[in-house]
């Protein structure tokens, strides 16, 4: 993702914590950004399996030679894992679920929910994210009228295949589904403050599926707070 001019160098609140306990060396490092929301579907998937990890964040501005030789673009989130180098953010999850066998299982077992799974995450990549990210962008109040109603369109078809009763988009269980739209949910109180949103607008699912994200431990836990946040979205949010 690109960088703002001036971010603020590491996180915050109840995700300072879990940084300080992943401070010790780990077979498997993880290099980070805290206001990244790519960063932040792997460090939930992390925290999810409850396996040892090192966290490091990296300063997007002064990027040391080893993180450069694990990741040549520079980009958060990577991985070392024996001295191998991993990157992008799906990738990452998926390898964290083939890597740690015994840990929370954050896929289904059966090979159809387990496609149909990765059909969403897909979906959220491609069409969910890039709405939103539209929405922040959207500077006279034409545009932001038009990115607002096609952010409600892009969750619709989210929202319709929430699974009845929830909490979680396949049910009782939290899943990477849900760990690769979690970053959005909690950053979207940007766009109710600035851009005109409501979750009721999505829907009572959406509304209950959303409260279930962002209070859920491992999304909580690495949350920083949301002053920070907004100063990432800053410069575009000054009209």
Same mark, same amino acid.
């Given at each position: 993702?690109?960088?703002?001019?001036?971010?603020? =160098?590491?996180?915050?609140?109840? +995700? +300072?914590?879990?940084?300080? $306990?992943?401070?010790?060396?780990?077979?498997?490092?993880?290099?980070?950004?805290?206001?990244?929301?790519?960063?932040? #579907?792997?460090?939930?998937?992390?925290?999810?399996?409850?396996?040892?990890?090192?966290?490091?964040?990296?300063?997007?501005?002064?990027?040391?030679?080893?993180?450069?030789?694990?990741?040549? /673009?520079?980009?958060?989130?990577?991985?070392?894992?024996?001295?191998?180098?991993?990157?992008?953010?799906?990738?990452?999850?998926?390898?964290?679920?083939?890597?740690?066998? =015994?840990?929370?299982?954050? @896929?289904?077992?059966?090979?159809?929910? $387990?496609?149909?799974? #990765?059909?969403?995450?897909?979906?959220?990549?491609?069409?969910?994210?890039? %709405?939103? #990210?539209?929405?922040?962008?959207?500077?006279?109040?034409?545009?932001?009228?038009? +990115? @607002?109603?096609?952010?409600? =369109?892009?969750? /619709?078809?989210?929202?319709?295949?929430?699974?009845?009763?929830?909490?979680?988009?396949?049910? %009782?269980?939290?899943? @990477?589904? =849900?760990?690769?739209? %979690?970053?959005?949910?909690?950053?979207?109180?940007?766009?109710?403050?600035? #851009?005109?949103?409501?979750?009721?607008? %999505?829907?009572?699912?959406?509304?209950?599926?959303?409260?279930? !994200?962002?209070?859920?431990?491992? !999304?909580?836990?690495?949350?920083?707070?949301?002053?920070?946040? $907004?100063? !990432?979205? +800053?410069?575009?949010?000054?009209?």
């Amino acid at each position: 993702m690109s960088y703002p001019e001036v971010i603020y =160098d590491r996180a915050t609140g109840v +995700a +300072a914590d879990t940084v300080a $306990k992943h401070a010790e060396p780990q077979p498997l490092v993880f290099y980070a950004g805290w206001f990244c929301p790519y960063v932040q #579907r792997n460090w939930i998937a992390l925290e999810e399996k409850g396996v040892p990890y090192q966290y490091k964040e990296v300063n997007p501005y002064k990027k040391d030679p080893h993180f450069l030789a694990v990741n040549p /673009k520079g980009l958060v989130p990577s991985a070392e894992v024996n001295g191998k180098a991993l990157y992008e953010s799906l990738v990452i999850n998926e390898f964290f679920e083939d890597f740690f066998p =015994d840990t929370t299982k954050l @896929l289904p077992e059966d090979p159809i929910e $387990k496609a149909r799974a #990765r059909i969403w995450i897909d979906y959220i990549s491609k069409t969910v994210v890039p %709405a939103f #990210r539209q929405l922040v962008l959207a500077q006279d109040p034409a545009e932001q009228s038009k +990115a @607002l109603s096609n952010y409600y =369109d892009a969750l /619709k078809p989210y929202v319709e295949q929430i699974a009845p009763g929830g909490p979680y988009f396949l049910g %009782a269980k939290f899943s @990477l589904v =849900d760990a690769t739209i %979690a970053p959005w949910v909690v950053r979207d109180f940007i766009h109710t403050k600035y #851009r005109g949103y409501e979750r009721s607008a %999505a829907g009572e699912a959406w509304e209950k599926y959303s409260q279930a !994200i962002e209070t859920r431990d491992s !999304i909580v836990n690495t949350s920083s707070d949301k002053e920070y946040y $907004k100063q !990432i979205y +800053a410069k575009y949010l000054q009209d």
